[in-house]
């Protein structure tokens, strides 16, 4: 069991289970507030259904990718790093920007469904709703598992913290839905959320690894240090460290110029970025979203 991609994985499904659990409760809870329990069927086909497609486009991914050969092989799991690194850079700032009025619109989109008498668009609320974390948490999974394939026990460790963050996330989601208030929401998505820039930051500069060794970048390729006896990378020795910095911030004991550069230029500017304040809306913008009084 390799202790930094478990961590990796465990983190990301920590947060994007998060996620996808809060949207699910807020339906939820707002149903059971407003007599409409009976639909909680409903609501479960949808999620499990998205779970399910999920679960089969990582799948399908990740199955392309043993078929492939040098350098496809290479320029396909850059590929799916960069995405990766591009969607959870996308997700988090869509969720900084919305997240205070998610609730709102969720229960909005309720409303519209029983008010319509169309019960099965709840089905369809819910699967449209974690459909999105579904899948960005496939492609992420799929760049840091294909960043922990050269790695011994790295995919598995990956997807098994995974797993024991989407079981956590659950579990939050259900105390959210009884009333619980065990952590501050708020707190809990800046840090995670700064914890997936550094992921993302190593998966970019993996990514870029992958297309130098095959040739398709070939500038800045020269090795900028190498600290190899001091703190290898790889699993030799007993070395713990190193794997986990490997595994969370994408180090390398030896790393390209190219790697090291945009390495630091991705997370100074994306974390300089996400960790502003977000300014408050506009007048215009908070009477669009106020609900009308009754």
């Given amino acids: 069991m ?7 994985g465990l983190l ?28 909680f069927g409903r609501i479960w086909i949808g999620t499990l259904a998205a779970l399910a497609l999920s679960l089969a486009v990582g799948l399908a991914l990740f199955l392309t990718i043993g078929k492939l050969t040098t350098p496809a092989e290479q320029i396909f799991e850059a590929s799916a790093m960069l995405l990766a690194a591009a969607v959870v850079t996308w997700m988090l700032f869509w969720m900084r920007r919305t997240s205070a009025n998610i609730r709102g619109e969720l229960q909005s989109g309720i409303d519209r469904a029983l008010t319509d008498g169309g019960v ?24 840091q598992v294909t960043a922990a394939s050269k790695a011994d026990a790295g ?30 929401l708020r707190t809990f998505f800046i840090w995670t959320g700064i914890g997936l820039v550094f992921i ?21 390729t020269a090795i900028a240090f190498d600290i190899s006896g001091i703190l290898p990378h790889e699993p ?3 070395n713990v460290l190193g794997q986990l910095l490997h595994a969370i911030l994408g180090y390398s004991a030896s790393p390209e110029w190219t790697m090291v550069i945009v390495w630091v230029g991705y997370l100074v500017s994306v974390l300089w970025l996400y960790t502003r304040p977000v300014p408050p809306a506009s007048p215009a913008h908070a009477a669009e979203q106020r609900p009308a009084s009754t």
């Fill in 2 to 8: 390799d202790i930094g991609f478990l961590t990796t």
């Fill in 12 to 39: 990301t499904g920590l947060r994007e289970g998060v996620e996808a659990a809060l949207i699910v409760s807020i339906i939820l809870a707002y149903l059971a507030r407003t007599g409409n329990a009976r639909h």
């Fill in 120 to 143: 099965w668009g709840l089905s369809a609320l819910a699967f449209t709703a974690v459909i999105r974390e579904g899948v960005e948490t496939a492609l992420f999974l799929l760049g």
């Fill in 200 to 220: 993302a930051a190593g998966l970019v500069a993996n990514a870029l690894h992958e297309l130098i060794e095959v040739n398709v970048i070939q500038f800045g």
């Fill in 155 to 184: 995919a598995l460790s990956t997807m098994g913290g995974a797993v024991i963050g989407l079981s956590a996330a659950g579990l939050i989601g259900y105390g959210f839905y009884r009333g619980a208030r065990v952590i501050n």
């Fill in 236 to 238: 030799v020795g007993g």
